[in-house]
């Protein structure tokens, strides 16, 4: 059976500013979602990372269907209106176009789809990152489909011999999708010089050499190219086919152990480490420090089960302390040098403009 796959996710607004979405949000999203089960959709799971809201949804009628995309942006909008009755933080936050166009691609919220033949099982991983942008998936994706000695079934495997295919974005340019295709384990090498520049190139998705088949595939919005302005973090989401011919389960996980320096963090214009949590976390250190978020799902003739917290568990317990001390370190170095990003993706509105004034006082000596 064909089945599509579809997360949209949006920061609509917030109780005590960028912490979490408030209960009665959460259920006015459910319940306009819910009205529409069986008709547009097949299943469906409301969930949040942070304070954006996450709308997980199987249906049929492939990647960027207009019925879909509605469902979503409607949604959106009744819990913004619900936002503003409560006069939470940043209503609509997200919603960066007046009225719906078709496809909300490009419009504020972030989207990741994968249309699929289901196999007799067939699991995946949802993750939904919050206070980062699409470039905090690049390293965990290319050790988990590229790397043996964070995916063992590259070497134990026949189904991962060939290795996989990797399209990669770059989302500084912002006429089309600007698209780039290699391969793993051949231009592993021209694969990293990309990912190295989580700002520039991100990993738009990831296919398997061994069946053809779509095995990852993230959102890739960035947010300031669509408003020509800080809105917020781009908070990326992300689906993951796992078991068979594709990574295991913990192969994937593994590499968001490391809590590796990504953008994001106060006014998204810093640098934290990513922080594994569970289902439904919060947002607090310094609107922070940026975090992901990873449910595990099976999916069967369309329906969902239940979801599967993949990061509930003692061991990411260790991890996050872990984590807690490296966004401590780095906040200690304040404004300075690697603890706050590069003018160029400076995107709080205020320091740009101060510079800009500064620019004009400089005198080149002796002239």
């Known amino acids: 059976m064909k089945t599509t796959v579809s997360i949209i996710k949006a920061d609509i607004g917030s109780v005590g500013g960028h912490i979490c979405p408030s209960q009665r949000l959460l259920e006015c999203v459910k319940s306009h979602v819910a009205s529409q089960c069986g008709r547009i959709i097949n299943d469906f799971f409301v969930s949040h990372t942070g304070d954006d809201v996450a709308i997980l949804m199987t ?3 492939g990647v960027g269907s207009d019925e879909v995309h509605k469902l979503a942006w409607d949604a959106f909008v009744a819990g913004t209106e619900c936002a503003k009755e409560q ?7 997200d919603l960066l176009k007046d009225s719906f166009s078709g496809n909300v691609k490009g419009m504020g919220p972030a989207v990741a789809e994968m249309e699929i033949e289901e196999r007799p099982n067939e699991p995946f991983l949802f993750f939904a990152a919050d206070k980062t942008d699409p470039g905090a998936y690049n390293l965990p994706v290319y050790l988990a489909f590229a790397d043996p000695m964070y995916n063992s079934g590259l070497i134990l495997s026949p189904n991962m011999a060939k290795g996989f295919k990797f399209c990669i974005m770059d989302v500084a340019y912002t006429e089309g999708d600007r698209l780039i295709e290699l391969n793993a384990p051949e231009e592993m090498y021209d694969i990293a010089a990309l990912l190295r520049d989580n700002e520039r190139f991100v990993v738009e998705s990831v296919y398997s050499r061994e069946t053809g088949e779509i095995a990852a595939v993230a959102s890739t919005t960035r947010l300031h190219n669509i408003a020509g302005k800080y809105t917020g973090k781009d908070d990326p989401v992300m689906l993951v086919r796992v078991q068979g011919a594709f ?12 809590g ?3 953008a994001g963090f106060m006014r998204g214009s810093h640098t934290g480490p990513l922080m594994p949590v569970k289902m439904n ?6 609107d922070g420090p940026p975090v992901v978020s990873a449910l595990a799902f099976c999916v069967h003739n369309g329906k969902l089960t239940e979801p599967a917290d993949a ?8 991890v996050r ?9 780095i906040r200690q170095q ?8 590069p003018y160029s993706e400076l995107e709080y509105g205020g320091i740009v403009q101060k510079l800009g004034k500064l620019d004009k006082k400089f005198v080149v000596k002796g002239k």
């Open 260 to 262: 590796h320096y990504v």
């Open 59 to 61: 249906h049929t009628h």
């Open 281 to 286: 976390s919060t947002i607090s250190f310094f």
């Open 334 to 341: 304040g404004f300075s040098g690697l603890a706050m990003l």
């Open 247 to 258: 990574p295991a389960t913990g192969e994937m996980l593994h590499p968001f152990n490391i």
């Open 311 to 318: 990061f509930d568990h003692p061991y990411w317990e260790y």
């Open 87 to 93: 006069g939470l933080y940043g209503a609509g936050q």
């Open 321 to 329: 302390a872990q984590v807690s001390r490296k966004a401590t370190e």
